[in-house]
């Protein structure tokens, strides 16, 4: 699971996430993603992937992971970003 480069810091209300999942027999499920202790949702995409995530005032966590088809999940990566 690679997540492209994303700001530290924005203004912004809302921010699009995007990235790219693997498998090696390439049978990516889904990819969900989390804002902070939110339930998890699915991004649009599997291989390609992205979605919009509302970020509040403060400090945002963003957790992600991808699924296979056999069921083996990913481990989660955090992406920190701070929204002015």
Same mark, same amino acid.
């Not at 809302?14 to 202790?37: E, H, L, M, S």
């Not at 649009?44 to 919009?52: D, E, I, M, P």
């Given at each position: 699971?690679?997540?492209?480069?994303?700001?530290?810091?924005? !203004? &912004?209300?809302?921010?699009?996430? =995007?990235? +790219?999942? /693997?498998?090696?027999?390439?049978?990516? $499920?889904?990819?969900?993603?989390?804002?902070?202790?939110?339930?998890?949702?699915?991004?649009?995409?599997?291989?390609?992937?992205?979605? !919009? &995530?509302?970020?509040?005032?403060? =400090?945002? +966590?963003? /957790?992600?992971?991808?699924?296979?088809? $056999?069921?083996?999940?990913?481990?989660?990566?955090?992406?920190?970003?701070?929204?002015?």
């Amino acid at each position: 699971l690679t997540v492209a480069k994303t700001p530290k810091s924005t !203004k &912004a209300k809302k921010i699009t996430i =995007k990235g +790219t999942a /693997t498998d090696k027999n390439g049978r990516i $499920a889904r990819v969900q993603y989390r804002v902070g202790t939110s339930a998890s949702k699915n991004a649009t995409g599997t291989a390609n992937w992205q979605f !919009k &995530a509302p970020l509040k005032k403060g =400090k945002n +966590t963003i /957790t992600i992971n991808a699924t296979d088809a $056999a069921g083996n999940v990913s481990s989660d990566r955090v992406i920190k970003i701070k929204r002015k």
